[in-house]
Each structure stands twice: as C-alpha cells, then as structure tokens.
C-alpha cells in the first residue's frame, strides 16, 4: 500500500503544482478582460485579437485548472445526500464513481480528439477572424492535456478511496 501512497502523493502534488501556477492567469484574464472593456467601450478601439486571448486563457485555466479542482473535491456536485454518508459510503461512492464513469469518460476524450487535435497541428490551424491570434492548435492541445490531469486525478482519489475502505476494514478486524 505505500506504493499507492506514494503514487497519489506524487499525483496530488503535480495537478497541485499545475492549478496553483495556472491560477495565476486568472489574474491575467481580469486585467485583460478590464483592459480590453475599457478599451471597447471608452476610446472604441476593440481587438479581436484580446477578445481571443480572454477565451484563450479561460480555457487553459479551465482545462487544465480541472485536475486541481477535483483533487481540492471543488467540483460540482450535489452533497444532499453525499455530505451525510459515512466516510465509508463516501469512499465507495468515489470508488465506483470513478471507475465507472470518470475514468472512462476522459479515456474516451483522449481518443476521440485525437484526429481533431492532430489535424489542427498539421495545418498550424489559427484563427479565421481578421486580426485573431495564431497557433489556435496549441490551445487545443489543452484538451488532452487537461484529460489527461483529470484522469490522473481521479486514479489518485480512487487510490485515496481504496486506502480509506482498507484502513477502515483493517480497523474492524484488529
């Protein structure tokens, strides 16, 4: 079991490291949303080009701000019945929750975009707006890339689960 410990303390902090260093373009989108609002809206110079990059930048803290958001359990759920299960109950519901449907569904986006993804690589696809921003493929490669940190995420909670549910069955036996 302490290669599990290990596996999800090693996982844990990566998507830690990620959300807290992607978190910081948040920051940057509000400025940048404020910047480009002022700009639009006062002097009547629009960019779309800035408008790009505000949406640009909430998909990257989005996609890749999503492991982190599941690691911290800040996902949306509905906790009427969740929050008063026993830690048991609560460690079979992540269990079951994550094999059954988290981790197939972000092993099936991995796949399915694939050809999407690489298309857009091949044909350095940009923007189709005048005066929008290149490399639009390099955004989409948040989408595997945010997956991917889910997956890895929902493979450590379900270790954390296993590991609640074995320390709970090791403590009515001893």
């Known amino acids: ?61 989005f996609l890749v701000g999503a492991g982190y958001t599941l690691k911290e359990d800040a996902h949306v759920r509905v906790d009427i019945f969740y929050a008063g299960w026993s830690q048991r109950t609560r460690a079979w519901v992540n269990l079951i929750g994550t094999a059954v449907a988290l981790v197939p ?23 189709p707006d005048p005066g929008g921003l290149p490399a639009r493929y390099a955004l989409k490669a948040m989408i595997p890339l945010g997956f991917f940190l889910v997956l890895l995420q929902g493979i450590s909670e379900a270790i954390k689960a296993l590991l609640t549910l074995r320390n709970d069955q090791e403590a009515s036996h001893g």
């Open 105 to 127: 569904f972000c092993l099936l986006i991995l796949w399915a975009t694939q050809g999407f993804i690489a298309n857009s690589w091949a044909v350095r696809e940009i923007s």
């Open 1 to 61: 079991m302490g290669a599990l410990r290990r596996c999800s303390r090693f996982i844990d902090t990566l998507n830690d490291r990620i959300g807290r260093a992607v978190s910081w373009l948040t920051g940057a989108m509000v400025l940048l949303t404020a910047y480009d609002t002022v700009m639009r809206y006062a002097f009547k110079k629009g960019s779309v080009g800035l408008q790009e990059l505000e949406w640009h930048l909430f998909a990257i803290v």
